[in-house]
Each structure stands twice: as structure tokens, then as C-alpha cells.
């Protein structure tokens, strides 16, 4: 049997085993270079912008709206802990991801690098998995940007806006939905729908908005951080740790563990680095940078906001009437009405520069799942003069801002949380295999420690997803099993890497064995940018 017929079933082999071959094949290391080497996108984003493309997603709802929820339902001032444990999650995740962006510098994130060690059925379940991540992510932050604007107009003018268009209809708490007698968070749509729009004009003049905006940020984070400081009360740190109320992640040390998976949603951000990685000048450098940079700046502003947040607030009272401007509570406890409206009117630019970063990634995942056959192909088309994949931007956008009208900041951290939980434990499990798959393969960054820390970084992950709520698991799965029948429907129809037959005209596709080498003949022979391995063939 030629190499170019092994996605066919052999003689002999039974259905099962030749459905269980293709849902394994992975793509080869030489079409994702190709992909990179041939990408239309432009390489414009320097490491500054990849850089405040993390520091924009990563600091956001986590900490500006998150942050007075989980302490004043879960963890108490021991969020601060919360914050610790999740830093340490997101910091693992962040060594595996700085080595399969060198390894992998192609747009695609956790979804590419999955398609590469662990075959194609994994990959459309990360890939489906890292649509709710953004999509819901980017709504989440939209509800908060709604939150603090009904603050701002209050403390800035004396004007109290109508919660009926403010707000969302349903409300969320304790795992169980209420109806709030409002209609639509109508700045939650509109937000999303006008940076849809600006996305869509490309990925260059989108990072110099999001730089502005995050240098307005920190100046926010770091003013608020030394002007509430003097306010701090030590009181309100006893207990520092609550105790347990008798139930399962209620205060106490099950409290803090809850919590960690809550405002791990904070942390969520330096992953859709890698999702640009296509329009990045240098991604094998300046990923690995840009990945590591904003992680550490964010992890300690997170944790010094939370220690005087809590400081100034007792936790009884830090979430507020609104459940949702634990920063607009403590700057109103100072007295210092300059700091709440400065506070407001930074929080909100620093929560539209996260939601711009979430709605890069989200339409390059799209991108990327299209150019495999996986999606229909409308989601690969390029915009002729911005090269921005306008389509998958509009569609993602007007479904993000439908969400962020319609459900609670609660709801959507916490099914983002575990979704992303997901991704990072694949991502670890994508650098153990591939250190012992292609182990000589140059690499720019290396996790250190060997196996350790991808190993202590995927039990981390999976030690969270297990004292997460029991019904965002359950949504996480009903969401995945949708995603499989889409996938039994569509992609596995029209994918590239098994269906080759289907684009022999225009891209045909060859199937090699996993240590069968491209020569210089047989690329001039096959027009593909796109080949496949099966890691359990064998030559025949």
C-alpha cells in the first residue's frame, strides 16, 4: 500500500481499528513549518505587543470584578491564597506553552499543539474546547465592563442608569439560576460588537488600541494599590482564613481551593499569545518572552491588589450591592472619591483591552480548525486587504455579545475556568510526548526539570477541575458532546489530514509513516502544504 492511501482501510483490519487509526493521525512537523514558512497573515506584532497582548487578556474581569465574589463567598482574605495556588497552575501551563509556541509557531494554540502529538480526534475536542474559552471568556468581561460603567456614570455624574438595559436578565449564584426582573446588558452587547468591528480592520491597529489601553491599566492597578494602602485595616484580615460553613467549598481551606479555580479565569490571558503566533515577527523568541513577561508582571499585581482590597473591605462586604466592582467598593471606602472615578474610568479601558485580546484568539482558532477541514471553509477566507479572518470575527463577535447581554459574571468564569483547565492539562501532555517523540527537535525554550513540571503542572490541573463546581464539569461536558457530534457530522468528513480524495484537485494530501523523511522530489510532487503521520504505522 503507497503512502498516499494510508488513510484508506487496509485489508484485513477491522472498522473499529481503522476509525481508531484516523482519529489518531497527527500532522507532521514539516506541514506545520510549511503552514508558518507560507502563512498569508502579516508578521507585524513585535515582543512589546505579544507582551501587552498577555498583560491586556490576563489582567481583567479576574481581578477587577472576580476578585469581592469568590472573597466574599468562597475564600474570605485568604483569596490572596486562592490567587497564590492559581499563579502557581498558570505559571506550569505557561513553561509548556512557551515550548510548544517554539516548537509550533503557528496560530492554532492548544488546538495545533494537541493536532501535532495526539491526533486529530483530541484536537477537534481541544479546539471546540478553546472556542467556549474565548467566546465566554470575552462575554464574561463584558458583563464586568457593564458593572463598573453603571459605577462610573453613578460616582462621575450622579447619574443612576435604569438596571433594566444594564443588566442581565438571570442571575447565578450557589449553582442555582434566579430571574433578576431586567431585560439586557446593553453596554455588555454594544462593547463587543464595536471592537468586533475594529478587529475586523486588522491584528496591527488592534495591539496599538490594546497598548494604550494596558499602559493605562497598570498606571490604574498601581495608583489603586498605593492610595488604598494607608486604608488598610488589619482587622478585616481575621480571620484571614474563614472557617468552613459545613459545606464543600464555603470558606475554609475546600473555600480557598474553589476559589483558586474561580479566579484562575484571571490568569487566562497569556495563552491567547500563542494564538497570534502567525503574526508574529519572531514567534520562536518572542513567544516565549512575551509568555512569560506578562504572567509575572500580572501575578504581582494580582496579589497586592487582593491584600489591600481585602485590607481596606472586610470580605462581608467587598462584593457589594452589584456583586460586581469590588474596586469601586474599596476606593468608596476611602473616602477618596478621585480614586473611585479614576479607578473607573482605568478599569474600564483595562477591560476592553481584555476582551480585544479574547477576540483575537477566538477567530484564529476557527482559522486554524478551517484550514484543517475540520470547520467549513468559509472560516479560513482571509479579508483581501487587512488578512484578518473577517467571517469567523463577525460571527464570534455577535455571539460573544448575545452571551454578555444575556448571563451572569458568575455563570461564565466558572464554565471558562474548567474549560481552560482542560486546554492547560493537554498542552503538559503535549510536551511529554513530543520530548519523547522528537526528542532532537531543536528548541529554543526548554520546560526545565525534564518531565517534572509538565508532569506537576498536568496533576495541578486536573486537582482543580476535581473541587470545581459539579455542574460547570457537567456543562463542560454536555459542551463537548456537542462539539463530537458536530465533529461526527462534519469534520470528520471534510477533514484534510483523512479525507485527502477531497482536495486532490486543488491540495492533495499525503499520508507518511511517522519517521518517513519528505524529499525534495516528492515536495515538488505534492502540491499539499499539508501532510499527516500516524504514529502507529509501519511501513508496507
Known sequence: ??????????????????????????????????????????????????????????????????????????????????????????????????????????????????????????????????????????????????????????????????????????AYQQDAFSLTGDWFSLPSFLIVILLTILLCRGVKSSARVNNILVVVKLIVIVVFIFGACKWVDPANFSPFVPPNTGKFGEFGPSGILRGATIVFFAFIGFDAISTAAQEAR????????????????????????????????????????????????????????????????????????????????QPRIFFSMAVDGLFPEIASRLHPKYKTPVMTTAIAGVVCAAAGGMFPVDLLADLTSVGTLFAFFLVHCSVLILRWREPDRPRRFKVPLGPVLPVLGAACCVGLIAVDSVSAIIRLVVWLAIGLVFYAAYGSRHSRLNNPERYALSEPMEVVGERHHTTHEEVKGDASPLHTSTPNDVKV
Open 1 to 170: 500500500m503507497g503512502d498516499g492511501t494510508r488513510h484508506l482501510r487496509r485489508d484485513n483490519e477491522s472498522f473499529i481499528k481503522w476509525q481508531a487509526r484516523r482519529l489518531t493521525n497527527t500532522r507532521t512537523f514539516a506541514s506545520l513549518d510549511h503552514e508558518s514558512e507560507t502563512s498569508q497573515m502579516k508578521r507585524v506584532l513585535t515582543v512589546k505587543d505579544l507582551s501587552a497582548m498577555g498583560i491586556g487578556a490576563i489582567i481583567g474581569t479576574g481581578i477587577f470584578v472576580l476578585t469581592g465574589v469568590v472573597a466574599h463567598e468562597r475564600a474570605g482574605p485568604g483569596v490572596a491564597i486562592s490567587f497564590v495556588i492559581a499563579a502557581i497552575v498558570a505559571g506550569l501551563a505557561a513553561l509548556s506553552y512557551a515550548e510548544m509556541a517554539c516548537l509550533v509557531p503557528i496560530a492554532g494554540s492548544a488546538y495545533t499543539y494537541t493536532y501535532a502529538t495526539c491526533g486529530e480526534l483530541l484536537a477537534w475536542i481541544i479546539g471546540w474546547d478553546l472556542i467556549l474559552e474565548y467566546l465566554v471568556g470575552a462575554a464574561t468581561v463584558s458583563v464586568g465592563f457593564s458593572h463598573y460603567l453603571e459605577a462610573f456614570f453613578k460616582d462621575a455624574f450622579g447619574w443612576e442608569p435604569q438596571t433594566k438595559l444594564m443588566r442581565a436578565p438571570f
Open 282 to 361: 519572531n514567534p520562536q523568541r518572542d513567544l516565549p518572552i512575551g509568555i512569560g513577561l506578562s504572567l509575572v508582571i500580572c501575578t504581582v499585581l494580582y496579589i497586592a491588589t487582593s491584600i489591600v482590597m481585602l485590607g481596606v473591605v472586610n470580605y462581608t462586604e467587598i462584593a457589594g450591592t452589584g456583586r460586581g466592582a469590588p474596586f469601586q467598593v474599596t476606593a468608596a471606602a476611602t473616602g477618596m472619591k478621585w480614586l473611585s472615578i479614576f479607578c473607573e474610568i482605568g478599569i474600564l479601558a483595562g477591560l476592553i483591552s481584555v476582551m480585544l485580546v479574547l477576540l483575537i484568539g
